[in-house]
């Protein structure tokens, strides 16, 4: 791949001595849709978290536009991530403040714009992602495919090089897991973006993605374009992109340890 | 004897959670940039916290003063020196029963409400969702509420005394019949500005930085789930409550 924008080199990560993933390497390119996919429990929102520097990796590198984010400071890292848009699980809206607040927060806090110009931005994403109208409004009178439309607002309001979505479509219906996916697909167009997508929707994942990485028992086990992955042989792809219950991935419980060292995805 | 250091030493937990709670306290304050954004939040957390206990205080105070002021007499007839009960409240209150009893109300009614927004808001992902967004929690949350506490807790403290002098007047005059002029000027004789009044002041300050503090900093480290948040708020009282009682002793052995 030319000129990745992400480069995960050789990360091995732990939690309590529990191996979550070991010797994972991605090259994720600019401007492309990228899905990290793989069962429940094996590090996918892990790998979101070690790309925006919360956790760090045992061993490895992680390399964000040019930046070592494993071995930034606070204050760096906190001027890395000022490029970088997240979208968690449940939205993550600030519930004291209305849907305009919550959008004009990065502004506020990382822009010298006037009020002005701060309206118009907000009034342009929120037309964008079609809830015009509901500046007014506070998150919970939200339905959850409208939250998770605002926080995607938020996310893109800075203009970030990279947006990292945590299962965007978990918990919608279909009409607005499509609403969902379309603006993703658009933001990410438009703005010229990078969006690296965790989730486990392989129907989702066929119509949205440009590339895609599996994970499973604390290695990388496949990556190609969604194309390629569904026309794979190899028994594990072919388990999880055809959900198959018999096959090389365990769906059992193995021991404490493990269940609480994997992340939530 | 070997003491090994362990994070679950129970000897060693207490000492090492205050160095935590040191650190976090330094990092608060280090961060400080006296911003708009700092003064409008603060004031409107002065209002949350402040402003919304002052019912609860007022209503508190009246009745310490009615009942300090009924034992007092009734202690104080058995020697014929009722007409002294304006400078026994007066001096049990601005001294230690105004900043203390505020300080423990001020933990039940605020310091646990500052405990479970905090930790409501990591259970919630926003403390996370504000990391990410290159915003530091501690300076946009923690700080605003602490120094909230800080402003708060004087006010209300003399809120509780004005208060119970109040309940103190209705019952022993308006009551036992005991005569007005003898009970103000007892009091303005016997409570001395800077031994009573200022010692109270200063204590309130110290108690409210110290229950703010251990709000948000029981908040702000809750395990994200219902009952992280459950503990928070029942870790906040209960150490409030023991800690402003040392404070009281350790600033009144120095300050009488």
């Given at each position: 791949m030319k000129?990745?924008?992400?480069?995960?080199?050789?990360?091995?990560?732990?939690?309590?001595?529990?191996?979550?993933?070991?010797?994972?390497?991605?090259?994720?390119?600019?401007?492309?849709?990228?899905?990290?996919?793989?069962?429940?429990?094996?590090?996918?929102?892990?790998?979101?978290?070690?790309?925006?520097?919360?956790?760090?990796?045992?061993?490895?590198?992680?390399?964000?536009?040019?930046?070592?984010?494993?071995?930034?400071?606070?204050?760096?890292?906190?001027?890395?991530?000022?490029?970088?848009?997240?979208?968690?699980?449940?939205?993550?809206?600030?519930?004291?403040?209305?849907?305009?607040?919550?959008?004009?927060?990065?502004?506020?806090?990382?822009?010298?714009?006037?009020?002005?110009?701060?309206?118009?931005?907000?009034?342009?994403?929120?037309?964008?992602?079609?809830?015009?109208?509901?500046?007014?409004?506070?998150?919970?009178?939200?339905?959850?495919?409208?939250?998770?439309?605002?926080?995607?607002?938020?996310?893109?309001?800075?203009?970030?090089?990279?947006?990292?979505?945590?299962?965007?479509?978990?918990?919608?219906?279909?009409?607005?897991?499509?609403?969902?996916?379309?603006?993703i697909r658009e933001t990410n167009d438009q703005l010229g973006l990078t969006s690296v997508i965790v989730t486990h929707n392989v129907v989702q994942m066929k119509r949205l993605v440009d590339y895609c990485f599996i994970l499973a028992g604390e290695k990388l086990i496949a990556e190609g374009t969604p194309e390629e992955l569904m026309q794979s042989d190899e028994p594990a792809v072919d388990q999880f992109m055809n959900g198959r219950v018999e096959g090389p991935i365990s769906f059992k419980y193995q021991n404490a340890a493990s269940s609480s060292a994997t992340s939530p995805s | 004897?070997?003491?090994?250091?362990?994070?679950?030493?129970?000897?060693?937990?207490?000492?090492?959670?205050?160095?935590?709670?040191?650190?976090?306290?330094?990092?608060?304050?280090?961060?400080?940039?006296?911003?708009?954004?700092?003064?409008?939040?603060?004031?409107?957390?002065?209002?949350?916290?402040?402003?919304?206990?002052?019912?609860?205080?007022?209503?508190?105070?009246?009745?310490?003063?009615?009942?300090?002021?009924?034992?007092?007499?009734?202690?104080?007839?058995?020697?014929?020196?009722?007409?002294?009960?304006?400078?026994l409240v007066g001096k049990s209150l601005f001294r230690e029963l105004g900043p203390v009893l505020t300080a423990l109300l001020f933990a039940g009614r605020a310091g646990t409400s500052i405990a479970a927004e905090i930790g409501l808001m990591k259970a919630t992902s926003q403390i996370e969702a504000m990391q990410l967004m290159a915003i530091d929690p501690v300076q946009r949350i923690a700080l605003p509420r602490f120094l909230a506490g800080l402003i708060s807790l004087p006010l209300l403290t003399a809120m509780f005394n004005a208060f119970a002098i109040l309940g103190a007047v209705m019952f022993s005059i308006g009551v036992m019949g005991l005569d007005p002029g003898i009970f103000w000027s007892k009091l303005q004789t016997s409570i001395y500005f800077s031994k009573d009044f200022m010692g109270g002041v200063w204590k309130s300050v110290v108690f409210g930085g110290l229950v703010s503090l251990i709000a948000v900093y029981f908040g702000y480290y809750a395990k994200p789930t219902g009952e992280g948040v459950g503990t928070a708020t029942t870790r906040t009282v209960v150490m409030s409550s023991v800690l402003v009682l040392i404070f009281d002793f350790i600033m009144t052995s120095f300050l009488i």
């Open positions: 000129d990745p924008i992400i480069r995960i080199r050789n990360v091995l990560f732990k939690r309590d001595e529990k191996v979550v993933l070991d010797d994972v390497s991605m090259n994720i390119g600019r401007g492309k849709i990228v899905a990290i996919m793989g069962p429940s429990g094996v590090g996918k929102t892990t790998i979101l978290r070690l790309i925006s520097g919360q956790l760090q990796p045992s061993k490895g590198s992680i390399e964000v536009d040019g930046k070592l984010v494993s071995s930034l400071s606070r204050r760096a890292l906190y001027d890395c991530r000022k490029d970088i848009g997240v979208l968690l699980q449940n939205g993550a809206l600030f519930t004291d403040l209305t849907v305009f607040e919550n959008v004009a927060t990065p502004l506020r806090e990382h822009s010298d714009l006037i009020e002005k110009d701060i309206e118009e931005r907000v009034m342009a994403k929120l037309e964008s992602v079609g809830l015009a109208g509901t500046e007014e409004l506070m998150p919970h009178s939200l339905s959850g495919g409208m939250a998770r439309r605002v926080a995607l607002a938020r996310a893109v309001i800075m203009n970030p090089k990279i947006v990292l979505f945590d299962e965007p479509m978990t918990g919608l219906d279909p009409i607005a897991m499509s609403t969902v996916g379309r603006l | 004897m070997k003491i090994h250091w362990t994070q679950n030493s129970k000897l060693l937990a207490p000492i090492a959670e205050t160095g935590h709670c040191g650190i976090f306290l330094a990092r608060m304050l280090s961060g400080i940039r006296f911003e708009r954004e700092l003064l409008i939040s603060t004031l409107q957390q002065t209002y949350l916290i402040g402003a919304r206990s002052l019912v609860i205080i007022m209503i508190c105070g009246f009745f310490v003063g009615m009942v300090l002021s009924l034992q007092s007499i009734n202690a104080l007839q058995q020697f014929g020196a009722s007409d002294q009960v304006s400078l």
